[in-house]
C-alpha cells in the first residue's frame, strides 16, 4: 500500500481538497457550501488547509479558519474517507484550535447523519479533543414576520467602549453561556470582557449599531449587539444585567436589534445561543428565529 502524504494544500489546489467525495450528510457541505466559495470569500488560507493523500487520492483533508489575531482560531472543514487518515492528518497537522461540526437539527434522529457525526467526534477524541458544548444556530428571513416590539423599553446608542466593557463583565456573571463561564474561569469577568469586545470590534457592521436597552426612568438592563460577519446580518450579542433576568427583557433587545437589522436592508438574519440556554432560546422562539443547524464544539 502507498505510504500516506499528508501536507498543507498548495495555491490553486482547491480542485484537489474538492476531489474527496462527500455525502454531505454534516459539515458545511451539508448546506450547500463548497470550499473552493469559502476560500474565494477570504474564509481559508492555503497554509492552514491540509490533505492526506495515498498517492493522487484525498483520504482526508481539513480547514482552519483564521481569527482576529491573524492566527488559526477554528476547524471547521474536517472530513475523510478512511478513520485513520483523518487521525493522522490532525496529529501532523498540530493547529491548536477548537473544532467545530456543522450538523442538520435533527441530527440526532437520522442514523447516517449521526454516525457521521460520530466518526468526526471519535477521530477528534484521538488527537485529545472532547464535546464542549452544541449550540444551535437561529435564521430569520422575512417569512417569518418582524417581531412585534413591546414598548418596554428605550433604546440609545452608546459610543463608550468602557460602558460595554462594563455591561460585559456584569453580564458574564452567572452566564449560560459555556464559553463565557470558561473565558471567566480562565481570566475574570473583566479580561473576558474585553476579549468579547475586541472580538465584536472585528465585525464590518458599524459600531453606532450597538444598542443599550433601558427602562423609561432610564436605568440600563441589557444590550444588543447587532453587526455583520463576512456572511451577512448576525445577532452578534444579546446580554442581559443580572439584576433584571427573569423578566423577558431578551426577546426586547433582540426584537429592536432584528428592527435595525432589517431596516438596514437585512433580509437574512443568523444568530446562535448554546443549547442549553433556555431563556435565550425561548426569546429566539418567540422572535421568528427557527433553527437552521446545530454545531457541536470540541475542544
Known amino acids: 500500500m502507498m505510504e500516506l502524504t499528508i501536507r498543507p494544500l498548495a495555491s490553486g489546489e482547491e480542485p484537489l481538497f474538492e476531489s474527496m467525495p462527500d455525502p454531505g450528510l454534516v459539515g458545511l457541505a ?3 457550501e463548497s470550499y473552493t466559495a469559502m476560500a474565494a470569500r477570504g474564509h481559508y488560507r492555503a497554509e492552514w488547509t491540509w490533505v492526506a493523500l495515498r498517492g493522487d487520492r484525498v ?3 481539513a480547514a482552519w479558519l483564521p481569527g482576529p489575531d491573524g492566527e488559526p482560531d477554528v476547524l471547521d472543514w474536517f472530513d475523510f474517507t478512511e478513520f485513520e487518515a483523518g487521525v493522522a492528518l490532525l496529529r501532523t497537522a498540530a493547529i491548536r484550535a477548537e473544532y467545530s461540526i456543522e450538523l442538520p437539527p435533527d441530527w440526532r434522529t437520522d442514523a447516517r447523519v449521526r454516525a457521521a457525526a ?3 467526534i471519535e477521530a477528534a477524541r484521538a488527537v485529545g479533543m ?3 458544548v452544541e449550540r444551535h444556530v437561529y435564521l430569520w428571513t422575512p417569512a417569518h414576520g418582524l417581531p412585534e416590539r413591546p414598548g418596554r423599553l428605550e433604546f440609545r446608542p452608546e459610543p463608550e467602549d468602557a460602558v460595554f466593557e462594563e455591561f460585559f463583565a456584569r453580564a458574564a456573571q452567572d452566564s449560560l ?3 463565557t463561564r470558561r473565558a471567566v474561569a480562565a481570566s475574570g469577568p473583566e479580561a473576558a470582557a474585553r476579549a468579547e469586545l475586541a472580538l465584536l470590534r472585528t465585525l464590518p457592521g458599524p459600531r453606532s449599531w450597538w444598542l443599550v436597552g433601558c427602562t423609561r426612568e432610564g ?3 441589557g444590550f444588543a449587539i447587532p453587526a455583520r460577519n463576512p456572511s451577512g446580518a448576525v445577532i452578534g450579542f444579546v446580554g442581559v444585567l443580572p439584576e ?3 423578566h423577558g427583557y431578551a426577546y426586547e433587545l433582540l426584537t429592536e436589534a432584528t428592527h435595525l437589522l432589517t431596516g438596514h436592508g437585512a433580509e437574512r438574519i443568523k444568530a446562535a445561543t448554546d443549547a442549553g440556554n433556555t431563556p435565550m432560546a425561548a426569546a429566539f422562539a418567540k422572535a421568528g428565529y427557527p433553527i437552521e443547524r446545530a454545531r ?3 475542544a
Open 59 to 61: 483520504l482526508a483533508r
Open 30 to 32: 451539508a448546506f450547500g
Open 296 to 298: 457541536l464544539d470540541l
Open 244 to 246: 433584571h433576568r427573569g
Open 219 to 221: 436605568e440600563p438592563v
Open 130 to 132: 472532547q464535546v464542549f
Open 177 to 179: 453561556d459555556a464559553h
Open 118 to 120: 460520530q466518526a468526526r
